[in-house]
């Protein structure tokens, strides 16, 4: 079964930057979709961006210009170059895989960003 291992996390100023990876283990053949996702304390958990298989990408309105998402199929990880963050990008973030094999998430890692 695949699992999903995120890392990158932390705690920085505003305007500061952070990148977070998520690593997929074990096999991803055929079309999937790997995204981030975020919740922060009280709020619903939404979306930040995703990137298919094929590299088109979608990012929230709160995040573009900001935020860049990528990924590394041969090593089924995905990044996530966040820049000029801001008090309300504090969140935990979600990796997200959807794929033939159904839907996964990680654990979450928390992103705080404070002075």
């Known amino acids: 079964q695949v699992q999903l291992v995120e890392s990158g996390g932390g705690l920085v100023q505003p305007g500061g930057s952070l990148r977070l990876a998520c690593a997929a283990s074990?096999?991803?053949?055929?079309?999937?979709?790997m995204g981030w996702y975020r919740q922060a304390p009280g709020k619903q958990r939404e979306l930040v961006a995703k990137?298919?298989?094929?590299?088109?990408?979608n990012y929230a309105d709160s995040v573009k210009g900001r935020f860049t998402i990528s990924r590394d199929n041969a090593r089924n990880t995905v990044y996530l170059q966040m820049n000029s963050l801001k008090p309300e990008d504090t969140a935990v973030y979600y990796c997200?895989?959807?794929?033939?094999?159904?839907?996964?998430w990680g654990q979450g890692t928390q992103v705080t960003v404070s002075s």
């Open positions: 997200n895989l959807f794929y033939s094999g159904g839907t996964r």
């Open positions: 990137i298919a298989s094929g590299g088109s990408t």
């Open positions: 074990g096999s991803i053949s055929g079309f999937n979709v």
